[in-house]
T-cell receptor
Framework: DAGVTQSPTHLIKTRGQQVTLRCSPK?????VSWYQQALGQGPQFIFQ???????QRGNFPDRFSGHQFPNYSSELNVNALLLGDSALYLC?????????????FGQGTRLTVV | QQQVKQSPQSLIVQKGGISIINCAYE??????FPWYQQFPGKGPALLIA?????SEKKEGRFTISFNKSAKQFSLHIMDSQPGDSATYFC?????????????FGQGTTLQVKP
């Protein structure tokens, strides 16, 4: 059973550009969350998708947007990139199990903005 | 606003010793408290989690102690091994109604010396 897979693993972009990151959830998982992890910090929640809808959003600007497809895979889009957007972007998929959502993380996409 | 505070930032323990990492939370609506382990270049992996209706949960060498009145919880790693060297994150989320949004602490880098 493949876990959560993210692509690409590394990416270098220039300030002002746009980027799309992709995530395939763990088999059977219907909920996808995205997190931003700056160097030396804990992950910060960006947003979560369920049934192709954004269900909850963290404190991130509208430059950050996403999408979930019918097969539950998801994309994270960031427009007008800033140097401060450089971080590890993590995708987590989850499934309600025993009354709680257990989140499984992918290996992340390392985004560097120059 | 940092809703989950984690300490210490870094920790060095001798092989066979006990590693202790502490977290404190502010939001009394939190009712799910997981600990994640992250190795360099990897995404966080769930270690162990607890709900506030129990004061302690043990899985192998890992134990969570939970103090609801103090709004604190801690991770104890018994018989620490060099392979435990990683960054550890505590997290919190709201429970059964939850959307799975995790609020992470800042992380603790653990080094276990042989």
């Amino acid at each position: 059973d493949a876990g959560v897979t993210q692509s690409p693993t590394h990416l270098i972009k220039t300030r002002g550009q746009q980027v799309t990151l992709r995530c395939s959830p763990k088999s059977g998982h219907d909920t996808v969350s995205w997190y931003q992890q700056a160097l030396g910090q804990g992950p910060q929640f960006i947003f979560q998708y369920y049934e192709e809808e954004e269900r909850q959003r963290g404190n991130f600007p509208d430059r950050f947007s996403g999408h979930q497809f019918p097969n539950y895979s998801s994309e994270l889009n960031v427009n007008a990139l800033l140097l401060g957007d450089s971080a590890l972007y993590l995708c987590a998929s989850s499934l309600v199990s025993g009354g709680e959502q257990v989140a499984f993380f992918g290996q992340g996409t390392r985004l560097t903005v120059v | 606003q940092q809703q989950v505070k984690q300490s210490p930032q870094s920790l060095i323990v001798q092989k066979g010793g006990i590693s202790i990492i502490n977290c404190a939370y502010e939001n009394t609506a939190f009712d799910y408290f997981p600990w994640y382990q992250q190795f360099p270049g990897k995404g966080p992996a769930l270690l162990i989690a607890i709900r506030p209706d129990v004061s302690e949960k043990k899985e192998g060498r890992f134990t969570i102690s939970f103090n609801k009145s103090a709004k604190q919880f801690s991770l104890h790693i018994m018989d620490s091994q060099p392979g435990d060297s990683a960054t550890y994150f505590c997290a919190a989320s709201k429970g059964s109604s939850n959307t799975g949004k995790l609020i992470f602490g800042q992380g603790t880098t653990l080094q276990v010396k042989p």
